[in-house]
């Protein structure tokens, strides 16, 4: 029998080189741009210094962190309540039936739907001129009627609701499929009923997964950027539109500083919730899965 | 030992490549020359410079969409006469964007060899300019360009309110844009906190009611109101979304607004008589600009009667436009179809762009959030 190729060598070889690929990548496009940011958001045009945090305590800064915060609740509640019941359907139907295929398979396309395409699917259809608009101007009913909501914060929670519910269906289906029929037979034998079901069992085992999934959905609209800037085009309303605009304004507002400062915020926000997802996740392991 | 042998070849061939971009980058003596020209004198006449802008072959331009002003043809014009190839970066750019590529792009073959851009960011951008004097310099007036040529206005126009015609009622006064029956349709090009044509919409709205060039808030209440009743469409206006119907009326340049007239012929253009607001682009070359023959022939070249009178087809007014109607050189037929005006025009001084735009950012979000 011949030894295998290369197979002495194998020894000598350091086990991290086979992970040394995902290191490089994630130095070049994570923790070199984070440096990029922290490094930034304390210079200023005079050097080292924290001016471009005091920069910020200016009422349409906050406004727009503010704004931030309430889309990403708000799109991350109405995403996370609505994918769990969808989720919940899926995963008390049969486990091979077509329905589940359907749902997992479209969620599992529509979470990544973002940017500018989830954008212009909406202008098209229910935009200014959009088909449906129109449609139903000539049926005599105008949603415009009181202004163009789709481009404001209201229309942002729309259009992000699209993606956050089937990343909700994602991420809780894998909790609910832990949940075993066991459990509910044991409390029945033991002269329970449905409420003590829920209350006692599955929604404590549950609440982890479902609260961790929430944060996820804050966090997934908190940084998006595509999507809002191709629908909104005034007010830079939200945080990353904000940065945006102090990037690439021509009237002499552009701050490379302050947008480092504003992301460095950010970047911090985040953190946060992704921690706190990490110890929800941590507890929802413990007894699913 | 093979893969020594091929590391060898690599070797080679990285060597290769680094004396192949060597050459490329500074083989040609003539360019060293141009990048120092502060005129075609310099370079040993206009002939000498257009033969080392063919030499160089290439010139990069940027945040020049073929749509405004004309640029489509005098690219296309310039291509045809100079045989020099054009690479055209981020059409829709804004001024800043131009900056922050010359910026960022230094002293690499794909930098910006040339720049169009507003005043505010021109202004605050001056050390990265190389100085040049076109040849029909002395056609442009005094307060139209940088004393050593680091900068020059090269084509403007007023602020005007674009409509379809066919869409909304009559535009007489800008009170008019509060009526019922423009309701989700005013737009602006852009956001006034970013953009340039968007600041002086707002800045002409400001004029018009009671406001002055010193106060742009009064802009901003009349912005704010447009939102209340729900008339204000916070959709950047572009030709795109005037074709389409999204923005059936745009505060927006004449010469932009006019083009807009190829695809929806019921466009009118407004300009109220008693806010006529004027601003001009400036134009410059990167002082890192890898094709500096060819960048300064553009100039030579847009500031030419042909370049001129290709801005004032596409309805901005160039800015030796006196110069060439005292010669007889200007295009009388354009001219005659630029939008009427009537009424002291009013130029935003610095401080008063200034002004405004402290005043937008703080105020801007929350009049129409």
């Avoid at chain 1, 409390?187 to 997964?209: D, K, M």
């Avoid at chain 2, 006469?81 to 073959?109: H, R």
Wanted: charged letters at 15%; glycine letters at 10%.
């Amino acid at each position: 029998m011949r030894r295998p190729l290369g197979g002495g060598r194998r020894l000598a070889t350091p086990q991290w080189i086979a992970a040394a690929p995902f290191f490089l990548y994630v130095g070049i496009f994570l923790l070199l741009p984070t440096a990029i940011v922290v490094g930034g958001a304390f210079v200023d045009s005079n050097g080292l210094s924290l001016s471009n945090f005091a920069s910020m305590n200016q009422r349409f800064v906050i406004n727009a962190f503010i704004n931030s915060v309430v889309l990403s609740a708000t799109s991350a509640i109405i995403g996370a309540v609505f994918g769990a019941l969808l989720a919940y359907a899926v995963a008390t139907g049969n486990p091979n039936g077509v329905f589940r295929r359907l749902v997992s398979s479209a969620c599992g396309v529509l979470a990544q739907f973002g940017g500018v395409t989830l954008a212009f699917a909406f202008i098209a259809t229910i935009g200014g001129a959009g088909f449906i608009t129109l449609w139903l101007q000539q049926q005599g009913m105008n949603i415009y009627a009181n202004g163009v909501w789709l481009y404001q914060l209201r229309g942002l929670v729309l259009v992000y609701t699209y993606f956050q519910i089937p990343l909700m269906v994602l991420v809780f289906l894998p909790a609910l499929d832990g949940i075993r029929p066991q459990w509910r037979e044991a409390t029945e034998s033991l002269g329970g009923g449905t409420w003590h079901y829920w209350r006692y069992i599955a929604g404590p085992l549950l609440a982890p997964a479902f609260f961790g999934g929430t944060l996820l959905l804050f966090a997934n609209a908190f940084s998006a950027y595509a999507t809002a800037a191709a629908l909104i085009n005034q007010g830079s309303i939200i945080a990353s539109l904000l940065i945006a605009n102090t990037l690439t304004s021509e009237v002499g507002l552009a701050n490379p500083g302050i947008a480092s400062a504003l992301a460095l915020v950010m970047v911090v926000l985040v953190a946060i919730v992704m921690v706190l997802y990490t110890v929800l996740q941590r507890r929802t392991s413990r007894w699913l899965q | 030992m093979k893969w020594q042998a091929a590391m060898k070849r690599l070797g080679l061939l990285a060597g290769a490549l680094v004396l192949l971009t060597a050459c490329g980058g500074g083989g040609t003596t003539s360019t060293v020359n141009a990048a120092t020209a502060k005129s075609a004198a310099d370079v040993g006449g206009i002939s000498a410079l257009v033969t080392a802008a063919k030499k160089e072959g290439k010139l990069n331009i940027i945040a020049t969409p073929p749509d405004w002003a004309n640029y489509g043809a005098i690219i296309d014009g310039f291509k045809a006469k100079y045989g020099i190839s054009i690479d055209s970066a981020n059409p829709n750019g804004s001024s800043q964007d131009e900056i922050n590529a010359v910026k960022q792009l230094g002293k690499t073959s794909r930098a910006p060899d040339v720049l169009d851009m507003g005043k505010a960011v021109t202004l605050a951008n001056t050390e990265l300019y190389a100085p040049y004097k076109v040849q029909t310099w002395n056609d442009i007036p005094d307060s139209q360009k940088e004393s050593t040529g680091l900068y020059v206005q090269d084509y403007g126009g007023y602020m005007a309110i674009g409509y379809d015609s066919g869409k909304v009622p009559a535009v007489t006064s800008l009170k008019d844009l509060l009526g019922s029956g423009f309701r989700g349709k005013v737009a602006l090009n852009g956001d006034p906190t970013k953009a340039n044509a968007a600041l002086n919409g707002v800045m002409m709205a400001s004029i018009a009611n009671g406001g002055s060039a010193d106060d742009i808030s009064k802009g901003v209440d009349f912005f704010h109101q447009l939102k209340l009743k729900g008339n204000f469409t916070p959709v950047q206006a572009t030709t795109a979304t005037v074709k389409q119907g999204q923005t059936p009326v745009v505060f927006d340049w004449d010469y932009l607004s006019a083009s807009h007239g190829t695809d929806v012929p019921t466009w009118k253009i407004f300009t109220p008589s008693n806010a006529i607001l004027g601003d001009y682009y400036n134009a410059a070359i990167n002082k890192n600009a890898p094709h500096p023959a060819a960048a300064r022939l553009w100039e030579e070249y847009v500031f030419s009667d042909v370049g001129q009178n290709f801005w004032l087809k596409g309805l901005a007014r160039p800015v030796r436009m006196a110069a060439m109607q005292s010669s007889g050189k200007i295009d009388s037929a354009a001219a005659a179809k630029l939008p009427p005006v009537n009424g002291t025009p009013v130029f935003l001084t610095d401080a008063q762009a200034t002004k405004a735009k402290d005043y937008l950012a703080s105020h801007w979000a929350q009049a129409i959030g």
